[in-house]
Antibody
Framework: QLQLQESGPGLVKPSETLSLTCTVS??????????WGWIRQPPGKGLEWIGS???????YYNPSLKSRVTISVDTSKNQFSLKLSSVTAADTAVYYC????????????????WGQGTLVTVSS | QSVLTQPPSASGTPGQRVTISCSGS????????VYWYQQLPGTAPKLLIY???QRPSGVPDRFSGSKSGTSASLAISGLRSEDEADYYC??????????FGGGTKLTVL
């Protein structure tokens, strides 16, 4: 059974860079037809897609966050990572990593496996 | 402000049928599949409906999805207390982005 686990600091200071890693177990991050994504959810609010990466390094980013986001992959460790720069209180959220599967018939995407999420608070 | 529009809340009594709507545009719902996610309190979202109306293994047939034009809906029949959760619609947008609805909080009265 595929499992994803987020890890990283739970507290980040304003203007600094948020860094999280997602470790994938029970399957290979290098499998075809799968991207790997990050989604966040501010307290009491809805879901926001941050971006996704393929094992080759190809990425898609949310246009509203693109200037501050970098997603990378380490296939040797079966991990992918998120960096969000210049954070403010508005970036306080539960951050989820998830498998972003490709529907091959239409080249569209959906999230079928999710990590449990990790709360990141931006505060001095 | 979410790209896809959902009502913020919905409610029903046990046994009733409830529907949740999701409105988008020609670049997302109008041209791509719609997916629905269920988020129980304090947990990660879970895929509930894929390809507009397909249920993953283990999802009861009380849950059904439909799509027409640039709108979609999720129906829950035979409502149960354990269905109380937040529900999100989502779709891939032709601008190469994943877009979500703002979520609908379902209360079982």
């Amino acid at each position: 059974q595929l499992q994803l686990q987020e890890s990283g600091p739970g507290l980040v200071k304003p203007s600094e860079t948020l860094s999280l890693t997602c470790t994938v177990s029970g399957g290979s991050i290098s499998s075809s037809s799968y991207y790997w994504g990050w989604i966040r959810q501010p307290p009491g609010k809805g879901l926001e897609w941050i971006g996704s990466i393929y094992y080759s390094g190809s990425t898609y980013y949310n246009p509203s966050l693109k200037s501050r986001v970098t997603i990378s992959v380490d296939t040797s460790k079966n991990q992918f990572s998120l960096k969000l720069s210049s954070v403010t209180a508005a970036d306080t959220a539960v951050y989820y990593c998830a498998r972003h599967s490709v529907d091959v018939d239409t080249a569209t995407y959906y999230f079928d496996y999710w990590g449990q999420g990790t709360l990141v608070t931006v505060s001095s | 402000q979410s790209v896809l529009t959902q009502p913020p809340s919905a409610s029903g009594t046990p046994g009733q049928r409830v529907t949740i709507s999701c409105s988008g545009s020609s670049s997302n719902i109008g041209s791509n599949y719609v997916y629905w996610y269920q988020q129980l309190p304090g947990t990660a979202p879970k895929l509930l409906i894929y390809r507009n109306n397909q249920r993953p293994s283990g999802v009861p047939d009380r849950f059904s999805g439909s799509k027409s034009g640039t709108s979609a809906s999720l129906a829950i029949s035979g409502l149960r207390s354990e269905d109380e959760a937040d529900y999100y619609c989502a779709a891939w947008d032709d601008s190469l982005s994943e877009v979500f609805g703002g979520g609908t909080k379902l209360t079982v009265l």
